[in-house]
Structure formats: C-alpha cells, structure tokens
C-alpha cells in the first residue's frame, strides 16, 4: 500500500532536499506548501497576492487558506492510489487535525512523521546562502555555501536563472524560527502519541542525512 509521510523540521533543515530521495523510492508525490505559495505569489493570483507580504515577513499564512490548497491536492492523489509526502504542513496543530480528518475520511493514514533535528545556529549559513531555480521547484536547492551551482547564477539542470527567496534574511528566519517553536513544535506531541515520529540527525551532509532518513523510515515502516 502507498505510504503517506510528512517531512518535518525548522526552517532550512532539509525539508525540501530530502523530499527527493523519499519520493525517489516510495513512489512519493511530494507536496511543499511553501512551493504552491510560492507559485501563486509569482503568478499573482488571488492567493498569491494575500500570501505575500505574510511570506516575505517570515509570518504564517491562515489555516483556512493552507488546508484549502492541501485538500484540494491530496485528495484526487489519494483517489489515485497514490503516496505522498508532505513538506511544510502540518504547521499548527489545528492543520494537524485537519489532516486527520481529511485522511479518515478518505480511509487512509498518515505512517511516518520524519523529524529533521538540527542547531538553529547551523540554519543561518543554510537560508541566507540557499537558490532557487526560478522555472522548476523540484530542481536543486542549491547553496551558495555547501551547493553551488556549477555556474553562479543558473540552474544545473535547466539553465533557468536562480534566485533568492525573500524571506531567506536573518530577520525573517528569526520571525521564522520563533513561529517553528511556538506553533510549529507542540505539534511532535499529537504525532508522538499517535507513535508515527522518527528522528532523523539532519546536520550531516546530504547523502549522510537521507541514508538515515531512508533507513529510519525503512524500519518504522517494514517497506
Ligand atoms: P516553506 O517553504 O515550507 O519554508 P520552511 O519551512 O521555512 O522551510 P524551508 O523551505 O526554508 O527549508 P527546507 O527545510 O525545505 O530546507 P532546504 O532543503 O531548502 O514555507 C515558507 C513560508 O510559506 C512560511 O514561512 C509560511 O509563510 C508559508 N507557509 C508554508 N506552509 C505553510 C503552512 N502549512 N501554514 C501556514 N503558512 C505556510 O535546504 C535549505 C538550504 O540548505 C538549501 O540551500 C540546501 O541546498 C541547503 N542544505 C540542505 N541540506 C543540507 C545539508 N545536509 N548540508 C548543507 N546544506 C544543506
Ligand atoms: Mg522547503
């Protein structure tokens, strides 16, 4: 049966960089909140436009408005048969009851909650230093400090332009990490006593920290 995972951690953890390697060998959709925000901000819808300056200053964007986009995208991929694996939601824990709510009704559970745990002093180096590839999300992330591109500037694997997200600074990422202690973290309990966490160490390299998270989420799993 598909496995339905959520990636989890503080801002530039890992999140999105690991998310390849899982969907890789689960047969994963891979589902960043934060990507679908971003696209919308970049096409100016309607979503996009309430979205952005919350983003861009590091805040949240409403419950309402997240579990919306999430239900919408998980669903027909449920339907399907499908696996998935979701980055930067839950966030509250009113999401995380939504998410219940959404899996029960559709006769599905969640089996893993991957925890990256890493020092918040490791995470200034990683955000203020991190590139987009401007046409694809699922292409890099690359960084300036640990990752470049091989040419400054441009995508690898595209040749499409890199850029900078906005909420990468120091100020936002403190905005950032104080709402990941205050709303973000009481949500491990909800997920501890539903005994579906693993932890994984996410300061390593990144082949060190997906060889574990693989591992981890073999065991806990038996797939
Ligand atoms: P979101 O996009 O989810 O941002 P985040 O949670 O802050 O996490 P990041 O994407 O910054 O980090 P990551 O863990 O993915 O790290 P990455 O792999 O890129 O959300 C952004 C905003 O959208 C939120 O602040 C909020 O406003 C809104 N939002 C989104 N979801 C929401 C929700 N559910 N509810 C309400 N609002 C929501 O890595 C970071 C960098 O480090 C990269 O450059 C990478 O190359 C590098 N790196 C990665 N691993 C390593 C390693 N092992 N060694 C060295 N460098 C590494
Ligand atoms: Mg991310």
Request: charged share 35%; aromatic share 2%.
């Given at each position: 049966m598909a496995l339905n995972c959520v990636i989890f951690g503080p801002p530039g953890s890992g999140k999105g960089t690991q998310a390849e390697g899982v969907c890789r060998k689960y047969g994963l959709e891979h589902l960043s909140t934060?990507?679908?925000?971003?696209e919308a901000i970049r096409r100016k819808t309607p979503l996009g436009l309430k979205a952005d300056e919350l983003i861009s200053e590091g805040h949240l964007v409403p419950d309402d408005v997240v579990d919306g986009i999430v239900r919408n995208?998980?669903?027909p991929l449920i339907e399907a048969g499908k696996g998935i694996l979701l980055d930067g939601f839950?966030?509250?824990?009113?999401?995380?009851h939504f998410l219940d709510d959404i899996l029960e009704e559709m006769n599905a559970r969640l089996d893993v909650v991957a925890v990256l745990e890493i020092e918040s002093q490791?995470?200034?180096?990683?955000i203020c230093g991190r590139r987009l590839c401007s046409k694809d999300t699922e292409h890099g992330p690359y960084n300036v400090n640990f990752m470049p591109p091989k040419v400054p500037g441009?995508?690898?694997?595209?040749?499409?332009?890199?850029?900078?997200?906005?909420d990468d600074n120091e100020q936002a990422l403190e905005?950032?990490?104080e709402i990941y202690r205050q709303q973000t973290l009481p949500i491990l309990e909800h997920y501890r006593e539903k005994e579906v966490?693993?932890?994984v160490a996410g300061?390593?390299?990144?082949?060190?920290?997906?060889?574990?998270?693989?591992?981890?989420?073999?065991?806990?799993t038996g797939s």
């Open positions: 934060g990507d679908v925000l971003r995208r998980i669903v839950p966030r509250t824990v009113e999401q995380a490791e995470l200034v180096k990683r441009i995508c690898d694997d595209c040749g499409s332009d890199l850029f900078q997200r906005p905005e950032r990490m966490l693993i932890k300061s390593g390299t990144v082949s060190e920290v997906r060889d574990c998270l693989l591992s981890e989420i073999s065991s806990k």
